[in-house]
């Protein structure tokens, strides 16, 4: 082998460019993620490189291949029960690609046809499927309707996709579907006349002050009045995670413990998850846009304002309101608000990118310096944060 010729340097090697995005069942529970990449033979780097474990936190992994990847590479060295193999049919008469999905499917693989459309010549691959993934945008409300006609009587299961109000989601559950998918579960549910939930603004509205407390004392009394956020802190200064001999018997003892910085953060995820009838996803969600766009920010003196914007990005989700009208419940402050409501300033810009990032739009991160990498990298350590995270509320 050649050695490579003195003073050269290798080129750095580039990000995997991955996104996830949740799959719910009928009742908003979470059954796994889709990963979203640049290219099916991406997901195997993917594979390598992060590992599958990290990248859905444990949960099951929905998994896009094509044709030519199946057939060249093979099976992924993956475990059967921990993925969902996600292939689109293509015209269906294709006598190798249903050769290797039924050898799949004798393995105990679960193989959803992607992106399907009922035709002749598919039979033979819905006889070795598991599921179908039918897209709500491609075939609107009556083509879905005869979609789920023409795949009646078949043991498979349904998976809707481009699901993104609530509308579509009630449709779907009532068409007899089992997973979900698209941007419904970040997007309001509005109901006329339905109270908004009393508590949770209550506690969201102390979190908005316990962000904008600077000094240690304002932020020691923010927490104090709220009895309820209160006794959680010092349940939590006093768990099994921080060992101590002493109990902490105080907030400002725990304050004095836990940082300033901490307690803000715990504070808001704390009440977010304490918001009645939402989905954990949500929290999930709210965690991963929050690291995020802090891991993105270039002035370490709004990192904690950075936090705030992608923590209150759900806001509008959690309260069941368009996003203006949440605003006006909550003290926080304009600079924030105009991020969130209007996408203005270096947050507004950031979370922009955020959001972006979750569709699997990877061109947004151009506009960051750093670019699709340094995007790439906040991802992926904002959800191993907040996937460790959640598991605490």
């Known amino acids: 082998m050649r050695s490579p010729s003195v003073g050269s340097t290798a080129a750095p090697a580039r990000e995997v460019l991955v ?67 996600q292939l689109e049919a293509g015209d269906g ?13 004798e393995r105990g693989a679960c193989v959803a046809l992607d992106a399907f459309a009922h035709r002749p010549g598919v039979e033979a691959l819905l006889d070795a499927a598991w599921g179908v993934k039918l897209d709500l945008a491609l075939h609107g409300a009556e083509g879905l309707r005869a979609e789920v006609d023409a795949l009646r009587g078949r043991d498979l299961v349904l998976i809707a996709t481009s ?32 109270a908004i939930p009393t508590q949770g603004v209550a506690a969201l509205g102390t979190v908005a002050e316990v962000q904008s407390s600077v000094e240690f004392e304002d932020l020691e009394q923010a927490i104090v009045r709220d009895v309820g956020l209160s006794h959680k802190l010092l349940r939590y200064a006093n768990s099994a995670i921080f060992a101590r001999s002493q109990r902490v018997g105080s907030v400002r003892e725990a304050m004095m413990m836990l940082g300033a910085r901490p307690v803000r953060r715990w504070a808001t995820a704390l009440a977010i998850a304490g918001v009645p009838d939402q989905p954990h996803a949500l929290l999930v969600t709210a965690l991963v846009r929050a690291r995020m766009c802090e891991l993105l920010c270039d002035d370490a003196a709004r990192a904690d304002r950075a936090f705030t914007v992608g923590m209150f990005s759900v806001i ?29 300033g270096a947050e507004g810009r950031n979370l922009r990118v955020v959001l972006a990032w979750e569709l699997g739009d990877f061109s947004a991160g151009d506009a960051l310096t750093g670019g699709r990498d340094r995007v790439a990298r906040a991802y992926r350590d ?4 907040a996937d460790e995270t959640a598991t605490s509320f």
Request: charged content about 25%.
């Open 19 to 85: 996104a996830r995005q949740p799959v719910l069942d009928a009742d908003m529970g979470l059954l796994g993620f889709e990963l979203l990449v640049e290219g099916a033979a991406v997901v195997v780097d993917a594979l390598s490189e992060i590992g599958l474990e990290r990248l859905t936190g444990g949960h099951v992994a929905w998994l896009p291949l094509d044709r030519d990847l199946l057939l060249d590479v093979g099976p992924l060295p993956v475990r059967s029960d921990r993925v969902v193999l």
């Open 93 to 105: 008469d294709d006598p190798a690609l249903h050769e290797a999905v039924s050898r799949l499917a």
């Open 163 to 194: 699901v993104d109000t609530h509308a579509d989601f009630a449709l779907c559950r009532e068409l007899g579907f089992a997973a979900f998918q698209g941007t419904f579960l970040a997007e309001p549910e509005v109901v006329p006349g339905r």
């Open 316 to 344: 509008n989700r959690l309260l069941g309101l368009p996003m203006r009208e949440a605003l006006e419940t909550l003290p926080l402050a304009d600079d924030v608000i105009a991020a969130l409501l209007r996408g203005e």
């Open 382 to 385: 904002a959800v191993a944060w």
